[in-house]
């Protein structure tokens, strides 16, 4: 079975012809490139709307999808059309290049990334962490609901728009909330928790962990563990360290900011928050205006 079958197979349903992205639209600059895929600011020809699309590298985005033997498991596009929340950037339509290349075509966020705020220390950020994260765990939440797991929550994933609105904007490995797509051995992700690298079973609470590690970035311009010369470095520490003090990065974080924090990257599942929502709520009894 050739690449164009097995797209087929991804994009089950979607009988459109396949797109010459070149003759569609027009490319007005590159905005952004994933590890799978790359995106543009671009004119759709057909509708006349600036729009954000993006295109993904076939053999990577076969090589993830390979990581579900036997499981009829969702395109992204798929997964993106049926996710409609103001957190989560708005999926117009996806298919597949005339190269046999998935894309996506979505709206264009006129804003920043959360992690440029964080990397560059942002005036926005001041008054603002609290505002942010309850809207990132709204977006989080509406997935979930959906029967979705994002999979790779962190700050390079989602932008603050001009509104000071948050968006999600990748949901590249996200999976179904189901038991056998939560099965051992499945490690991906940016930020993934210390159940996913011992390689035991998994549900929504990775996605809760990885939220507590974007607000632990927000309040303190650093990761929960000291920078490591490897990714398997980092993983080791994730696994047998407990995250470092809040408090050894800012000083002058309060005892509840600080108890908030280490809850929510907490190494025991059960001991976190255990819903976007529940993550939200405390975020809303802290107390001063962060």
Not at 27 to 48: C, E, F, P, Y
Not at 227 to 234: H, M, P, R, Y
Not at 257 to 265: F, P
Not at 266 to 280: I, V, W
Request: aromatic share 8%; net charge positive.
């Amino acid at each position: 079975m050739g690449f164009f079958d097995k797209f087929k197979q991804l994009f089950s349903g979607d009988e459109k012809s396949p797109v010459d992205i070149n003759k569609r639209f027009d490319l007005l600059g590159r905005t952004g490139q994933g590890s799978m895929s790359k995106v543009w600011r671009a004119r759709d020809r057909q509708t006349g709307k600036t729009v954000c699309l993006k295109v993904l590298d076939r053999e990577k985005t076969l090589k993830f999808e390979a990581r579900f033997p036997g499981l009829k498991k969702p395109s992204e596009g798929e997964i993106c059309l049926l996710l409609k929340h103001q957190n989560i950037v708005t999926t117009y339509e996806h298919g597949l290049t005339t190269d046999k290349e998935p894309y996506i075509v979505m709206e264009l966020v006129d804003g920043v990334g959360m992690n440029f705020l964080v990397e560059t220390k942002h005036k926005d950020l001041e008054g603002n962490r609290v505002n942010y994260l309850c809207q990132y765990a709204s977006g989080i939440e509406a997935m979930h609901k959906a029967g979705f797991l994002h999979r790779d929550i962190c700050p390079r994933n989602v932008m603050v728009n001009s509104e000071g609105i948050v968006k999600i904007i990748d949901l590249g490995l996200a999976i179904p909330y189901k038991p056998e797509f939560c099965k051992p051995g499945n490690r991906t992700g940016t930020v993934m928790p210390p159940e996913l690298l011992k390689r035991m079973p998994t549900d929504h609470r990775v996605d809760c962990y990885a939220l507590g590690v974007t607000a632990y970035e927000l309040f303190t311009g650093e990761l929960p563990w000291e920078k490591k010369a490897s990714a398997q470095e980092v993983w080791r520490a994730i696994v047998n360290s407990v995250p470092r003090d809040p408090r050894g990065l800012r000083p002058d974080l309060p005892d509840d900011v600080v108890a908030l924090l280490l809850k929510s990257i907490d190494q025991e599942p059960k001991r976190r928050y255990q819903t976007p929502g529940e993550f939200r709520d405390a975020l809303t009894q802290l107390s001063g205006k962060w």
